[in-house]
C-alpha cells in the first residue's frame, strides 16, 4: 500500500513546491500575462492538490472535554508529592527489567528446571507488564482530561493482570511450566 501512494505523495509534494516557487518568484507584468503551458499546467494541478489539502479532517476518538479552571492569571495547582509516582517508580521498573536478564538466561544456561526459579520469573514478568501498560495508560490517558475513561483504564489493567497471574498459576503447577515450554518450542 506504501509503495502504492508513494508516487502520488512525491507528485503532489513537487507539484505544491513549484506552485509555491512560481508564485513567490518576482517577475514583471508582461511575464504575468503571457502564461506559458507550464504555468497553466502547474495552476490547474494547484488546484487538485489545494482541494486535496483543504479537504475534512477526521479524528479516530474526539476531543476531549474543553474544561478551563480559573482565569488566565491562577497559578497551575501543584500536585502532592508522591514518592512512587517519581523517580523512585522509574528505579523500581528499571530494577525489575535488570532482574529479568539473569532470570530469562539462569533456566537455559543452567540446565535445571527450578519451579521456584520459573514462579520468580513469571512474577516479574506480570510485573514488569503491569507497570509498563500502567505507564502507558497514564501517559495518553490523561487523568485532567477523561477522568473515567483513566479510571476504567486503569481497572482494566488490573483484571487483566490478575487474569494473566491465575492463569500463569494453572499453567506453572497444572502443567509443564514456561521455561520448559519455550525450551520445548525452541526444540522444534
Not at 517577475?27 to 495552476?43: D, E, G, K, V, Y
Not at 480559573?70 to 532482574?99: C, L, M, Q
Amino acid at each position: 500500500m506504501a509503495s502504492a501512494m508513494r508516487p502520488m505523495l512525491l507528485r503532489q509534494t513537487a507539484l505544491s513546491a513549484a506552485t509555491r516557487r512560481i508564485a513567490t518568484t518576482p517577475t514583471s507584468a508582461a511575464f504575468l500575462s503571457s502564461r506559458t503551458s507550464f504555468q497553466s499546467s502547474i495552476a490547474q494541478n494547484a488546484a487538485r492538490v489545494a482541494a486535496f489539502h483543504a479537504s475534512s479532517r477526521r479524528s479516530l476518538l474526539p476531543p476531549g472535554p474543553q474544561i478551563i479552571k480559573g482565569t488566565v492569571n491562577d497559578a497551575v495547582p501543584v500536585p502532592d508529592p508522591k514518592p512512587s509516582h517519581g523517580s523512585y517508580h522509574w528505579t523500581f521498573e528499571r530494577i525489575i527489567a535488570a532482574g529479568l536478564i539473569p532470570l530469562t538466561v539462569a533456566p537455559f544456561a543452567g540446565g535445571s528446571l527450578n519451579p521456584t526459579l520459573d514462579a520468580i520469573l513469571c512474577g516479574l514478568l506480570l510485573v514488569h507488564s503491569h507497570s509498563g501498560m500502567q505507564s502507558i495508560i497514564i501517559d495518553y490517558v490523561p487523568s485532567r482530561r477523561f477522568p473515567g475513561s483513566y479510571k476504567a483504564s486503569l481497572w482494566l489493567l488490573n483484571i487483566a493482570t490478575v487474569l494473566a497471574g491465575i492463569g500463569l498459576y494453572e499453567f506453572e503447577t497444572n502443567d509443564v511450566g514456561v521455561t520448559e515450554t519455550i525450551k520445548r518450542v525452541w526444540k522444534s
